[in-house]
């Protein structure tokens, strides 16, 4: 009984004893491997929280017991791993008269005057808004591809929890970021889940091929406007951006480097998923960018871009610090890019040579990262040993207050990283979502369901059932009505945008499939007990060890202690087995308020 | 030619007339001489100024880089509408405020403010070697240093100099994420989105433990250091700023998208000893590259609404005569159309400054539509750090140079 005990002790708490994960200060910029011997469970643990999205103790000691190079190569080169994972579930509701999706409503509706049809629905012969079809299938879209992102975020989310890749999931966030682009502007879900398949399969092959995918993808065309880049009129945000925030940074082009870009890249642009190439619309003759010269199209741009050292810095440099640090020495960057040019633009060995660097497992790289708010969330679950993401409380709701929403990254630049994530009173909500997390709450509604931030819908529906008729029943309520935003009321009588924006809500959730809401199935004191924990103490000891990647000073825990000891009344854990959920729960949710909480 | 053509225009009401206020600002004589006093002395006249603590600066940011030209169209000027055939706003649609100039016609509100003499409109801010990047433009007008690496944001720095003792609460920044402009060396800026979600969760028995945090003592890795900081200013100001928005009620109507200023006059109401306040019309709104008429139009209602409401709000507050708001874009858009039916990055454009102790009228020179640069670029006239130091002297009555890191002439504009 004894031995066993023992056991388990040794495999629950793999960082108990155990050297620190930080290694001499003197690693700091040295890119040579650590050896064998400078591997421990810690280290292990840093390693996974970076490459990963934190890992169980159980996941931990696994790791810890290979040595270092198998372990990092484990999680670098994961193809040969199953994964198992199930593909999107999507609802079914996209089709084929949608396409090509009108870029407003006035354009939706304009088309319909003109042809007598818009988006596959057709305008009425006679009667009163005559539109009125055609205006309620375009929100019916726009408010069904938004949600069904919101489903294919849990979908992804859930690969992040559940994955035995997760190096491959947290690539994919990363370029996400990288490579941002938006369903508020894209509006088109499925192109939004082939973008996301782009970054999942080819995030640690070659740069090259995944700068030509973006470049050739959808969802990215649709983003920057390469409908509009023709020949004879260039539009300049497609290739401004490829230079400045995907390839080269501010200051190592000019001007003129980017018209001259974006006349390589006319005639670009997708048709419904696919990407095309209109030859009629392409510039064919010769340009001149970054000083090279000929009749470029805009694969030859990329290849121009990729023959430039700068780009091999900034790019190793963005993977850099996005798993290391912020800090990163001029040094440093000129190594990892001339480690990304040596492999000619091979991703995975850039990884492994960060991984398996002291420099990563330097007192400056060690538990100093803020964690951005989906890799806190879906960490938080997984070292919970949660099987799935809970549909209480909301994950993108969730995620949006924090400052990072899957498919919605606040413009073309992606998410800031570091410092930024926090400030007052995001603090206090990376708090909130813990209690909201141990403490469901019960006044919960479905976000998928009730337009919770739309409160003109809810009136239009209650009025409408009863008996208003449309006029009356989509009158704004305004106040003192002042301003001129609230007057500008819908005066086109051949339909109403208000009944509009309602019948689409309804016609949305009527197709799209309802996200599950279980709450988080969390069963503390098995988790504790389970590791062997006695006292209040032991207790709170292994859930800090469990969670936190900094020691906490010796009176917080003290505190912490003597806290949880009051809530059950005892000092031994076993007796108060029958009532110790709600106790645990709540320093629980006390630890993970710790500000340190944030680092990982 | 430029200059003769504005000095036409009616005098503004301190007496002083549009040609000297010109000359002021294009020779850097008269007036400015007034401004580059020995710091020693302002400091002293500073001091006197007792109405001067109470004043307090809003920075509102409207970014994307806003299209200034059609914004506040120079109707009288023919070549605005040889390079914009397609998107130029014709005058008989404009909302004119002067022979020359006329709003876009979804700003009402400004046109009031400008009539009723609250509104000065700077002309042709910008900058030397200007970057098309929204990013690194929006940093140089954040650190109010061009083309540097300069590490605090000018409104941090600002605080820094005004309130040398920290006071708590000092600066504020409505925003999702902490802008670099309120980055300071000594203060923690109050930084929340929701007022009604800046607080903790917690129950009764927890919160002396969540409310408790950990002292610094020196042996914490910087992100754990700033993590700390952050809390205890969280702290600090939760319960006041939840406090000032649940007593907060207003008649007032700052239209469909009010921006974060009903927030701010919410704690402004409360009395909080906040005196800079920092906003933004966030997520590059206004980078209209593709069919921007109809887009923009809308934008700048609600940026003109809200601005009016906020005005209006604060004179039943009773504040009016202590609030300053100033209004920039990181720049404006090149002056030929593009063929989207859009615009694309430019350089110079107009700065705003609205309150009921500003001057109003036109400050600086408009740049010429006839000598555009060779990327067919406006060519600034007015460095923006110049109307940076006009709040900072005029208004908060404190020495520019060492916060702008040099000379700014300020325009009259708080006489």
């Known amino acids: ?600 | 030619m430029k200059a003769r053509a504005l000095s036409a225009m009616k005098p503004s009401t301190n007496g002083w007339t549009r040609r000297e206020a010109l000359k002021t600002c294009l020779c850097g004589m008269g007036a400015g001489l007034l401004y580059s006093l020995p710091s020693v002395f302002s400091r002293a006249i500073a001091a006197q100024d007792a109405a001067s603590a109470s004043r307090i600066l809003v920075v509102l940011e409207l970014s994307g880089g806003n299209d200034g030209l059609n914004t506040l169209v120079p109707y009288a000027d023919d070549a605005y509408y040889r390079l914009r055939p397609k998107i130029g706003i014709r005058p008989n649609r404009l909302r004119r405020i002067d022979e020359r100039y006329g709003f876009n016609p979804g700003m009402a509100g400004f046109e009031r403010l400008f009539k009723d003499g609250r509104m000065a409109i700077v002309h042709g801010c910008g900058y030397a070697q200007p970057s098309f990047s929204h990013f690194t433009s929006m940093a140089y007008w954040h650190t109010g240093a061009p083309n540097s690496g300069e590490e605090y944001g000018w409104v941090g720095r600002l605080a820094d100099a005004v309130d040398p003792g920290v006071t708590p609460n000092f600066l504020v920044n409505v925003e999702d994420s902490q802008s670099l402009a309120v980055r300071s060396h000594d203060h923690v800026p109050v930084v929340f989105d929701d007022p009604e979600r800046f607080g903790r969760k917690g129950l009764h028995q927890e919160r002396p433990l969540l409310d408790q945090i950990a002292r610094l003592d020196g042996d914490e890795n910087p992100s754990e250091r700033y993590l700390l900081e952050v809390a205890q200013s969280a702290r600090e100001a939760s319960q006041l700023v939840r406090e000032a928005w649940a007593k907060y009620k207003t008649p007032v109507d700052y239209g469909i998208v009010p921006l974060d200023l009903p927030k701010i006059a919410s704690l402004i109401a409360a009395g909080m000893p906040t005196r800079l306040y920092y906003t933004a019309y966030r997520h590059n709104a206004f980078d209209t590259h593709v069919q921007q008429a109809e887009l923009h139009r809308r934008l700048l209602t609600y940026v003109s609404d809200a601005v009016a409401g906020f005005m209006r709000d604060l004179e039943r507050i009773g504040r009016a005569d202590d609030v300053a708001l100033m209004i920039f874009s990181e720049f404006g858009r090149r002056v030929p159309e593009n063929t989207s039916l859009g615009t694309d990055h430019g350089t110079a454009n107009h700065m705003y400054l609205v309150g009921k102790k500003v001057t109003g009228g036109h400050y600086g020179a408009p740049p010429s539509l006839a000598a555009l640069d060779a990327g067919d670029n406006l060519v600034f006239t007015t460095d923006f750090r110049r109307v940076y130091a006009t709040v900072i002297e005029g208004w908060l009555k404190a020495p520019s140079d060492k916060v702008l890191r040099g000379k700014f002439e300020p325009f009259p504009v708080f006489a």
Request: glycine share 6%; with cysteine; proline share 7%.
């Open chain 1, 1 to 600: 009984m004894k031995a066993l005990f023992a056991v388990v002790l040794a495999v629950a708490l793999p960082a108990l004893g155990a050297a620190p994960a930080a290694g001499p200060a003197e690693w700091r910029g040295d890119l040579s491997p650590i050896s064998t011997g400078d591997w421990s469970a810690a280290r292990a643990a840093h390693l996974l929280e970076r490459a990963g999205f934190g890992g169980t103790p159980e996941e931990i000691a696994a790791l810890a017991a290979m040595a270092p190079r198998d372990a990092v190569r484990q999680l670098v080169y994961y193809q040969s791993i199953e994964d198992g994972l199930p593909p999107f579930d999507e609802s079914g509701i996209h089709d084929p008269g949608l396409e090509p999706f009108p870029a407003s409503r006035p354009a939706a509706t304009d088309l319909a005057k003109e042809k007598g049809e818009s988006m596959g629905v057709k305008v009425k012969p006679e009667g009163n808004r005559r539109l009125q079809p055609v205006a309620n299938k375009f929100f019916y879209w726009l408010r069904a591809s938004r949600l069904e992102t919101h489903r294919l975020a849990y979908w992804w989310a859930n690969r992040m929890l559940l994955t035995r890749r997760p190096l491959q999931e947290k690539m994919a966030l990363f370029w996400h970021g990288h490579f941002a682009t938006s369903e508020e502007k894209v509006r088109d879900y499925r192109k939004m889940l082939r973008q996301n398949r782009l970054f999942r399969d080819k995030g640690t092959g070659n740069f090259r091929d995944l700068l030509i995918g973006v470049a050739q993808d959808p969802a990215m065309l649709a983003y920057l406007d390469a409908g509009v880049n023709v020949k004879g009129a260039p539009n300049e945000n497609f290739a401004r951006e490829i230079m400045e925030l995907f390839t080269m940074g501010v200051g190592n082009y000019s001007e003129r480097d980017i018209r001259e870009a974006a006349r390589a890249f006319t005639g670009w642009n997708f048709v419904d998923l696919d990407f095309t190439v209109s030859p009629d619309k392409h510039d064919a003759g010769v340009k001149r960018v970054l000083g090279s010269e000929g009749r470029f199209d805009g694969v030859d741009v990329i290849d121009v871009i990729l023959s430039r050292p700068v780009t091999s810095e900034f790019v190793a440099g963005k993977i850099y610090r996005y798993f290391v640090r912020q800090d990163l020495s001029p040094e440093l960057k000129a190594a990892l890019g001339a480690k990304l040019r040596e492999s000619h633009y091979e991703i995975a060995p850039l990884l492994e040579t960060i991984f398996l660097s002291r420099d990563f497992y330097s007192p400056a790289s060690v538990a100093t990262r803020i964690k951005p708010p989906v890799d806190l969330v879906v960490s938080t679950y997984r070292k919970l040993g949660l099987k799935e993401i809970p549909g209480v409380p909301d994950f993108n709701d969730v995620t949006e207050m924090l400052g990072q929403k899957l498919f919605f990254p606040p413009t073309v630049a992606g998410w800031a990283q570091g410092r930024s994530w926090i400030t007052p009173g995001l603090l206090l909500a990376r708090g909130n979502f813990v209690y909201d997390v141990v403490y469901p709450d019960i006044n919960f509604v479905p976000p998928d369901r009730y337009p919770s931030n739309d409160y003109k819908i809810r009136e239009v529906n209650d009025k409408l059932a009863q008996g208003l008729d449309v006029t009356a029943a989509t009158k704004p309520d305004a106040k003192d009505m002042t301003s001129m935003s609230m007057q500008m009321a819908d005066r086109d009588e051949d339909f109403n945008t208000r009944l509009a924006s309602y019948r689409g809500w309804q016609m949305a959730i009527e197709k799209v499939k309802p996200i599950p809401r279980a709450t988080a199935q969390v069963d503390l004191p098995a988790m504790v007990l389970g590791a062997g924990c006695r006292s209040p103490r032991e207790a709170v000891d292994y859930l800090l060890r469990r969670f936190l990647s900094v020691q906490v000073d010796a009176s917080t825990q003290d505190r912490i202690a003597k806290f949880l000891e009051s809530e059950i009344g005892t000092t031994d854990l076993s007796q108060a087995r029958t009532y110790l959920d709600e106790p645990l729960r709540t320093t629980l949710h006390v630890i993970l308020s710790l500000p340190e909480y944030q680092l990982g």
